[in-house]
């Protein structure tokens, strides 16, 4: 599998765990673990930065400037690093 595929097969993964966000109070389902509400929260997050940072290793090999891709990567990262925080 290349990195295009790849990386949108991360995307994809995390969309599917962002509308898993959106259905899990729908469908009253609660989660008293607060490991477990962060884990699910997060998850989505991690899958998207690991598609950034497969766009970003493309974007080198093909000597192309990334900084959007980098500026995106280190803001996600921060916000995640805070919501796992407090």
Do not use: C, Q
């Not at 995307?11 to 962002?18: K, T, V």
């Not at 803001?75 to 995640?80: K, P, R, V």
Request: avoid cysteine; hydrophobic fraction near 60%.
């Amino acid at each position: 599998m290349n990195l295009y595929r790849a990386k949108y097969l991360l995307y994809l993964l995390a969309l599917i765990g962002m509308l898993l966000l959106v259905v899990l109070p729908l469908l009253s389902i609660t989660v008293e673990n607060p490991f477990l509400s962060k884990t699910i929260v997060v998850l989505p997050f991690v899958l998207v930065l690991m598609g950034k940072s497969l766009s970003i290793i493309d974007k080198k090999r093909n000597r192309e400037m990334g900084l959007k891709d980098w500026t995106f990567t280190i803001g996600l990262t921060i916000s995640m690093v805070l919501f796992l925080i407090f």
